[in-house]
């Protein structure tokens, strides 16, 4: 088979899946956003049980943590999910369910024995459902939030034109 046939045929099949990239992103932001934000509001509208639930798992100051998190998870989960904002919301966002996963796990016994060894059983952290939540926001806060954002859309092209603005002359 030619070589140059095989390159063509790699490089028209990746250009048509780089279509597919904005699209695949908004469904992840949309679906992590969304749920986010269901979660969110469940903990801002039930402080006192979220409050004895985090208490249980020896979370400090349990009442003002679940504003923290029930207002990132909130605010985040909508912002992610629009697009606006999305890599400087993902660092938060992303923070507060590593913190989730770690405090849960680290809470029960049994489980701080297999985190310790989670390289040779990735179950620990695959299973855990703040797991996608957090994959999600990493993903963002690196590649950014694709073509069908907000920051894309309105934001880049202020920017731009900022940028592309000629600068003063010298005196």
Same mark, same amino acid.
């Given at each position: 088979m030619n070589s140059k046939c095989c390159g063509g045929c790699y490089d028209w099949i990746a250009c048509k899946l780089d279509l597919?990239?904005? #699209?695949? &992103?908004? &469904?992840?932001?949309?679906?992590?956003?969304?749920?986010a934000a269901v979660a969110g509001w469940a903990h801002l509208t039930h402080v006192?049980?979220?409050?004895? %639930? %985090?208490?249980?798992l020896h979370i400090p100051a349990?009442? &003002?943590? #679940?504003?923290?998190?029930?207002?990132?998870?909130? %605010?985040?989960?909508?912002l992610l999910a629009l697009g606006v904002a999305s890599r400087l919301i993902a660092i938060p966002f992303s923070f507060n369910f590593l913190i989730a996963i770690l405090s849960v796990d680290l809470a029960d016994p049994k489980y701080r024995q297999l985190l310790e060894n989670v390289f040779s059983n990735q179950d620990i952290i695959l299973k855990?459902?703040? %797991?996608? =939540? &957090?994959? #999600?926001?990493?993903?963002?806060?690196? =590649?950014?939030?694709?073509?069908?954002? #907000?920051?894309?859309?309105?934001?880049?092209?202020?920017?731009?034109?900022?940028?592309?603005a000629p600068l003063p002359a010298a005196p």
């Open positions: 597919l990239q904005p #699209v695949f &992103l908004l &469904l992840l932001r949309l679906y992590i956003g969304y749920q006192d049980k979220t409050a004895e %639930f %985090f208490a249980s349990p009442r &003002l943590n #679940v504003y923290i998190a029930g207002s990132t998870e909130l %605010f985040g989960g909508i855990d459902d703040a %797991f996608p =939540f &957090l994959f #999600v926001g990493i993903l963002i806060l690196i =590649f950014g939030p694709g073509k069908l954002s #907000v920051d894309h859309l309105l934001l880049r092209p202020l920017l731009h034109r900022k940028e592309s």
